[in-house]
Structures are given as structure tokens and as C-alpha cells.
DNA sequence: AAAGGGAGCAACCGCAGGTGG
DNA sequence: GCCACCTGCGGTTGCTCCCTT
């Protein structure tokens, strides 16, 4: 028996989301709230897929996420993670709160991936000690490390955020979206092609992403209108609800911890935050 | 100024897992 | 237990932009 296709083939529209579409699934899920996605495009109006929905809904419109300028926490967490956990993307974007599993496997695979296969020196974390450490530091040692760097990414988070440390509250991500669709509704109003580009000098508008006061811009990091359309979501945040800080945590320590040859000891804590580097 | 190539990113595709009848 | 449906995930594609020649 085949598996029937997600959705009609025929009629359904491919390719990027218009503003005009975005606008119309935010305001759908904005009634009716995320999931049920399969009902998403015939009540809608969309003519969408259900999945292409879904997915223009978490990678792009959620509340709650950042886009682009990755910091050197966040990095350094990605590369941990994907050595640890391999190429689970859902996973690794689980103790990334802000971002997408997409975004980051994005990242992965056009900025470290290469990073990391090309042996080099001069970073604060060097990769080519980090892959051989990968291999011959101590397994306690490791994973203190990647302990202490999952700490200095939440640490980063938080300080990018501006909120509390608490995860389990409900981070300033929340805004980041709001802003997500406040330049999107800009620039559809506005007419441009480019909606979410506005000029940092000329506007006096604020950066989003708080966190990337560091160089490099990437294409991603946009700067947002000051008009949060707070009426536009009005309903929970999913994804800071999944970013709650225990679940995650004691998930990858119960994981490791099932490699420790039986004996179970907690052994992250404790470790200053400028450890991680000398470890390697 | 135009063309070519590479990088970055949004979106699609197909499979797997979960769930309810 | 089986089946159908729905959702999530990871791999991949294709488009757009930017840089180099």
C-alpha cells in the first residue's frame, strides 16, 4: 500500500512564500493556533501544502526566532553537538532555542562543516584541537567541555535576550518574530522586493538580533521594524515551551551518562566557563 | 559592464515515527 | 495488531545574491 501524497499535487503552489501568503498563515495560526496542518491549507485559503506550511511556519514565522549571525558560543556549541550527536539537527536545535534545526544544518553545511575540516590555528577554540580531542581527551574531560559550552551558549542567549537565564521563561525570542513579521508587513507595504532589508544608519530602528553586535553580517540579519505586531500572537509560544532548560539538558547528561561504564556520576558541574578552551 | 562561479539560504522531497480508530 | 493519517526529521535541490575575472 503506497503512502498517499501529503497533499493534492495539482494546484498546489511551489516555491517562496509571497508576504501575502505569509500574512494569511500567520493569521490563520494566530486564530486557530499552530498544528493540524493538514486543515491549515483548505481553511486557509492557502494553496499550499500542508508540510510547506508547517515548515514556512517553524523555520520562518514561529515566534522565537533568531536568524543569521550565529555567535562564536553558538558555534562552538553547533560543532560540540554535531560531533556528539551527529547530524540530528532537531536535536542539536533543541539546546539552541532560537534557532531551527534548518537554519542550523544551514549553517553546518556552509560555514563549519568546512570550518571544521580545515585544520587551522588561531581560533579561541582551535577545530584541529577540537577533532583531535574528539579523539584522544579524556571522555570526562570532553564532556565538561561541552557542559561548559552548552552553560556559555545559554549564558549567551540569555545575554543576548536580555531577559532572565531562565529558559523556562519566556525569552525576549518571543519578540524576535513579532519583528520577523512587522518587517515583513513593511516591506510587503512598501512594495519592495527586498521587505525585510532596512537600513540600520538611515532608520533609527534597532537591531533584532541583540546577539549579533559581532562583524560578520550575514544576508539574515536584518533589521526589524519597532512596530511589534503584538496582536498578531496573541497565543503561546511552542517553541519557548520546548525551550524549557531541564528537558533538554537531562537528556544529553542522561545520554552521556549511559556511556559512563555504569557508574552514573554527574561530573559537568563545576567547571568555570573559561575552562573549555584550556581543555583542548 | 558583463559573464561566470561560488556561497548562502529557503523550500521541497521522501522516509520514519507516533497516534488514534 | 493493523491500518491510515499526521507530523517531524534529515538530505537535497534550486534560486538569488555577491564576488571575482
Known sequence: MGRPPCCDKNGVKKGPWTPEEDIILVSYIQEHGPGNWRAVPTNSGLMRCSKSCRLRWTNYLRPGIKRGNFTGQEEKLIIHLQALLGNRWAA???????????????????????????????????????????????????????????????????????????????????????????????????????????DPASSGWGVADSASSQGSVSTSNRIMSPEPLESVFGFTDSSAERSEAGAPFSLLESWLLDELDGDGQEIFLDVPVLDTCQLF
Open 92 to 198: 542539536i536545535a533543541s539546546y539552541l532555542p532560537e534557532r531551527t534545526d534548518n537554519d542550523i544544518k544551514n549553517y553546518w553545511n556552509t560555514h563549519l562543516k568546512k570550518k571544521v575540516s580545515e585544520p587551522e590555528t588561531g581560533s579561541d577554540c582551535p577545530k584541529s584541537s577540537w577533532q583531535s580531542s574528539h579523539r584522544s581527551v579524556s571522555k570526562g574531560q570532553w564532556e565538561r567541555c561541552l557542559q561548559t559550552d552548552v552553560n556559555m551558549a545559554k549564558r549567551a542567549l540569555c545575554e543576548a535576550s536580555s531577559v532572565s537565564c531562565s529558559f523556562g521563561g519566556k525569552p525576549s525570542t518571543y519578540a524576535s518574530n513579532t519583528e520577523n513579521i512587522s518587517r515583513l508587513l513593511q516591506g510587503w507595504m512598501k512594495g519592495s522586493p527586498k521587505p525585510s532589508v532596512v
